[in-house]
């Protein structure tokens, strides 16, 4: 597609749920990011994924959040019984891999736990 | 531990006012640098980029961003904002590995 796609743009869940959040990177970057902002928070990183390499999960906040990348492509973000802290933004962004490039980031998906 | 450290959380300034957004960075052997801007209820995007070379970085906007490598800084700045400036201004590191690390974000308010 033409740029970062997110799914769903909002969720409302309830505490205790899992919810699972899609991201489709720009075809052909290899590199795909998760991050995560709070509410007059900044970017808080997540996970990264670059081409067939083991991802790095060093930003995931628990053991209840976990994130596949399937073909190299389509991310999903997972986060298991969720708790109101969740409740954030949570934006994806791709990149062509090499670090020193652009990250072309989605709209993000607004999460909200009640 | 590799960190960037944005000096303001908020910073309000009249119309066509000149503005400094002030960003520093962790030293290594490589640094790659960036400043994205997210307008509100928007995703986030480029506003310039220093890979190498010369130290004055222009892009989008008007704004403009100077490689400070004794200061380990890398402050945007713009002679003349727009209310259409108002927006929340994240300062980025990549040192050449997998991850880009962002700063905590600087809001500018642009008043008229």
């Known amino acids: 597609g033409a740029g970062v796609s997110q799914s769903p743009s909002n969720k409302v869940t309830e505490k205790g749920k899992d919810v ?3 991201c489709d990177p720009i075809s052909g970057h290899t590199a795909l990011y998760w991050y995560r902002q709070s509410l007059g928070q900044g970017l808080e990183f997540l996970i990264y994924f670059q081409g067939n390499s083991a991802p790095d ?3 995931l906040p628990s053991d209840r959040f976990s994130a596949e990348r399937t073909g190299g492509s389509v991310s999903t973000l ?3 019984r969720t708790q109101q ?3 954030a933004v949570y934006l994806c962004a791709s990149s062509l891999g090499p670090p020193n490039t652009e990250a072309f980031f989605g709209q993000g998906t607004r999460l909200t736990v009640v | 531990a590799q960190s960037v450290t944005q000096l303001d959380s908020q910073v309000p300034v009249f119309e066509e006012a000149p503005v400094e957004l002030r960003c520093n960075y ?3 052997v490589s640094v790659y640098l960036f400043w994205y801007v997210q307008y509100p209820n928007q995703g986030l995007q480029l506003l310039l980029k220093y890979l190498s070379g010369s130290t004055l970085v222009k892009g989008i906007n008007g704004f403009e961003a100077e490689f400070n490598k004794s200061q380990t800084s890398f402050h945007l700045r713009k002679p003349s904002v727009h209310i259409s400036d108002t927006a ?3 300062c980025a590191q990549n040192t050449g590995g997998f991850k880009t690390i962002f700063g905590a974000g600087t809001r500018l ?3 008229a």
């Open chain 1, 20 to 22: 699972e959040l899609r």
């Open chain 1, 57 to 59: 999960k060093s930003g």
């Open chain 1, 78 to 80: 997972t986060i298991q």
């Open chain 1, 85 to 87: 802290e969740d409740s």
């Open chain 2, 26 to 28: 962790s030293s290594s």
């Open chain 2, 88 to 90: 929340e201004y994240f």
């Open chain 2, 109 to 111: 308010f642009v008043k």
